[in-house]
């Protein structure tokens, strides 16, 4: 372990097996299954939703399969940042770090937004006291409580250890993975056959386009296995396991996603599907022929926000601390607690501004997480370059975990990531409007006055 922050301290090797699967699968299964099944089943089709899904988590695989390798070979907290700084150099060390760094900042804040609205569903009217509105959502102050609390109990969590986060991850997605497998039970329990047609949405033209839509919406589904090597040297296993782990994450991730699919299709008409805001909890209510399970689901969607939420906590914290630590940002950040073995002070920052999020209610944060999203497929980009530049200009560094002999796997994963990036164009599907740029734009002139400031050396390993 290393003794690089001054004060001769160090992460703490704990994570297990589990651990670690628990961390990147959670990080994947948030609440997106819970609201976006109905209009994956509308755009494709039953089958054309379970291919698009296939089709989306092997090109994710290539994606992972470059962050594998590396991982394996640099095991080091905060991941992207010191396989670019030695593939590329600091600037583009800078440059993934700080897209990373607002993918995860930005989910964070979102969760302490997701947390009540996904409440609202059980407790219809528990929303008292307006105190404004903000881009014509009115933010409640019960409804804001909520979300102070769980932002509360997440930095806590994580301040105090990652042991407390990682066990609190654990028994989260065990309750998720429950409250899956009674989604599947009940398709033998009241499942309809009738259900599962049509298998494509209309004309072959029609169906390929409905595909496609669900294809392009996979890879952000799929954002968070890179909390893997963010927490790199807090995993207690070979390196050539890491590695491994993180594909089965991806693999489980999609595996749950199409297990998802089938049970909502089987518990949902189509005329059914075209008239319900919730498609998934709606499925499950039908299932079993009660709306209590229903509630049951959607609890389950509150353990996913709470997993995705910690992960990310995991995963920022990280990231600010390896950037803090090479010089790009202030040092306080990159500080460990001489007790708790955890970036304290970088928790202490994201979980403000977790805190700070409720305020600006539902709409003003959708903002920022599609931001932070291009964010994340810039990181994507250039983890997949490094991977590249390093194949050719370092042959002989020692890969525990090596995706394929050649360099294809690393030429998909790039061509992949600005295959994304395109979508986030105007006038794409998942194009950004004046918002998101406005956020995009704030965050790469902040990123731009550290860079200028930062007088960072060659990477040393």
């Known amino acids: 372990m290393s003794e690089r922050n001054g004060g001769g301290e160090s992460f703490v090797r704990v994570l297990g097996r589990g651990d670690v699967l628990a961390l990147a699968f959670g990080a994947m299964i948030g609440f997106g299954w819970v609201v976006l099944t109905g209009s994956w089943l509308l755009d494709a089709g039953v089958l054309g939703a379970i291919l698009a899904f296939v089709i989306g988590g092997t090109l994710v695989v290539f994606v992972?399969?470059?962050?594998?390798?590396?991982?394996?070979?640099?095991?080091?907290?905060?991941?992207?940042?010191?396989?670019?700084?030695?593939?590329?150099?600091?600037?583009?060390?800078?440059?993934?770090?700080?897209?990373?760094?607002l993918g995860y900042v930005s989910v964070v804040a979102f969760e302490a937004v997701a947390l009540p609205t996904t409440l609202e569903y059980?407790?219809?009217?528990?929303?008292?006291?307006?105190?404004?509105?903000?881009?014509?959502?009115?933010?409640?102050l019960s409804w804001v409580a909520i979300g102070v609390v769980g932002a509360v109990a997440i930095t806590a969590l994580n301040y105090f250890g990652i042991r407390p986060s990682a066990i609190f991850q654990i028994i989260a997605v065990l309750f998720l993975l429950g409250v899956g497998a009674l989604l599947v039970f009940g398709i033998f329990f009241g499942g309809e056959a009738a259900n599962f047609q049509p298998l494509f949405a209309g004309s072959f033209s029609v169906s390929v386009a409905g595909i496609l839509a669900v294809v392009i919406a996979t890879p952000f589904l799929f954002?968070?296995?890179?909390?893997?090597?963010?927490?790199?040297?807090?995993?207690?296993?070979?390196?050539?396991?890491?590695?491994?782990?993180?594909?089965?994450?991806?693999?489980m991730a999609a595996a749950w996603y199409i297990l998802i699919i089938v049970g909502v299709a089987a518990g949902m008409s189509q005329p059914e599907l075209e008239s319900t805001s919730l498609a998934t909890a709606d499925a499950m209510g039908n299932l079993f022929g009660s709306a209590f399970f229903s509630n049951v689901l959607i609890l389950g969607g509150v353990a996913g926000i709470m997993t995705s939420w910690n992960s990310f906590m995991v995963g920022g914290s990280r990231i600010f601390y390896a950037m803090?630590?090479?010089g790009m940002l202030p040092a306080?950040?990159?500080?460990l607690h001489p007790r708790y073995k955890t970036p304290s002070n970088a928790i202490l920052l994201i979980g403000g501004l977790s805190v700070v999020a409720p305020f600006f209610g539902d709409s003003a944060l959708g903002w920022l997480v599609n931001a932070g999203g291009l964010g994340i497929v810039v990181a994507y980009f250039l983890v997949a370059l490094s991977f590249l530049f390093l194949r050719r200009n370092e042959p002989g560094m020692e890969r525990p975990f090596r995706a394929g002999r050649g360099p294809v796997i690393g030429i998909i994963a790039v061509v992949l990531s600005v295959g994304i990036g395109i979508q986030y164009l105007p006038g794409m599907p998942a194009g950004l409007g004046l918002p998101e740029w406005v956020i995009v734009g704030a965050w790469t002139v902040i990123g731009i006055i550290f860079l200028l400031r930062m007088d960072v050396p060659e990477y040393d390993g």
């Open 122 to 140: 059980i407790l219809p009217d528990f929303k008292v006291g307006l105190i404004w509105t903000v881009a014509e959502y009115d933010v409640y």
């Open 223 to 251: 954002v968070g296995f890179d909390v893997i090597p963010q927490s790199a040297e807090e995993i207690n296993l070979p390196y050539r396991q890491i590695g491994a782990i993180l594909i089965l994450s991806v693999i």
């Open 324 to 326: 803090a630590e090479s």
């Open 332 to 335: 306080w950040l990159g500080r």
């Open 64 to 101: 992972g399969l470059t962050y594998s390798e590396l991982v394996s070979a640099m095991p080091r907290v905060g991941g992207e940042h010191h396989y670019a700084w030695r593939a590329i150099g600091a600037k583009g060390a800078f440059v993934a770090s700080w897209g990373i760094a």
